[in-house]
């Protein structure tokens, strides 16, 4: 990661400008509600930590961007299987060029990585949500979707389901992608490596926004993302664990979590057809051949 690098005092303050927050509880129907509790509780901070702010002793963070860098923070423990949530509200007005991520990321060579990537925009236009699945070293599973809200009006919650059968991607309550284990059809799930928690906010305008032709006007700066929630629900696991002791006794192992249901298969079909900007298994110029997984997805 990169180093820590110390700013001036002046970009501190312009970092601690908004005190207001709108709060909307709005939970996944399926998995277990969370219960949200203060960030220090589960995470501390990656890198830059004088550009995140804490309010209200840590219920509300905001990561801060500036030409100087942006930050980062990440889960105190690493999980195996669990569902892992965020409240986050995305930074606003002229976000081109910025991204902010929320992730699971295994430490080991064979990476497992479970991700979201949300690209700014220019004022009133519209974010797009980036997902992708890594396993076993393995990734180039993109998908792009617009949302069906604003994100940076209110707080939203972005989660993961991860157990041995499926990896579900809810926006809300709403499932917008699964990648199911594929274990048969010689695709790679991850299943033994440890995962941390990572959020972070950063400056991408070579690639983000239009496909680098945006570029983050700094004139803008600070940008901020802020977030809540915090609630870790998973089987912690030393990082080189290969397996979790309560593994098949919790709440997601259980039969309702092994497979999503009629109505959130219509609700993922929605967001299909209503929303998807990119989908790597409709992309035959990459893949002459649809990669395995794709139907079982119900991805096409
Ligand atoms: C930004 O807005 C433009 C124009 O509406 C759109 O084409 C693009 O997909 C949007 N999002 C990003 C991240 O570029």
């Known amino acids: 990661m990169a180093s820590l690098v110390s700013s001036s ?38 890198w830059a930590f004088d550009h995140i702010s804490y309010f209200n002793g840590g219920d509300e963070v905001q990561l801060c961007l500036d030409k100087s860098t942006g930050t980062g923070f990440q889960s105190r423990g690493s999980y195996l299987f669990g569902h892992f949530s965020m409240h986050i509200k ?14 699971l990321s295994s430490q080991n060579s064979e990476h497992d990585e479970i991700d979201f990537e949300f690209l700014g925009n220019r004022t009133d236009q519209p974010y797009i949500l980036q997902t992708n699945v890594f396993s076993g070293g393995k990734g180039d599973r993109e998908q792009r979707i617009y949302l ?11 989660s993961v ?14 499932p917008i992608r699964v990648f199911k284990n594929s274990k048969d059809l010689g695709v790679k799930y991850p299943f033994n ?11 991408a305008d070579d690639w983000a926004t239009r496909g680098g032709l945006e570029k983050t006007d700094w004139s803008r700066a600070p940008f901020v993302a802020s977030y809540r929630g915090f609630h870790i629900d ?14 098949g006794m919790q709440w997601w192992d259980q039969k309702e979590f092994q497979d999503l249901d009629g109505p959130q298969y219509r ?7 209503k929303y998807t900007i990119y ?18 997805d119900r991805d096409v």
């Open 267 to 273: 609700r993922l079909q929605w967001v299909r057809q």
């Open 148 to 158: 069906w809200f604003d994100p940076t009006k209110d707080y939203h919650s972005y």
């Open 90 to 103: 995305m930074v606003p007005g002229d976000s081109a060029g910025t991204v902010t991520a929320f992730y």
């Open 9 to 46: 005092s002046s970009s501190i303050a312009v970092c601690l400008i908004s005190l207001s927050f709108v709060s909307v509880a709005v939970m996944a129907a399926t998995p277990r509600r969370a219960i949200d509790v203060p960030f220090q509780k589960n995470y501390v901070p990656t």
């Open 161 to 174: 389901l991860w157990n041995m059968h499926q990896i579900v991607f809810f926006v809300d309550d709403v």
């Open 234 to 247: 998973g089987c912690e696991a030393s990082a080189d664990a290969k397996f979790c002791a309560t593994q």
């Open 279 to 296: 989908n790597y298994c409709a992309d035959q110029s990459r893949y002459p051949t649809m990669p395995p997984e794709c139907h079982r």
């Open 193 to 203: 490596q440890p995962m941390k928690i990572y959020s972070s906010l950063w400056n």
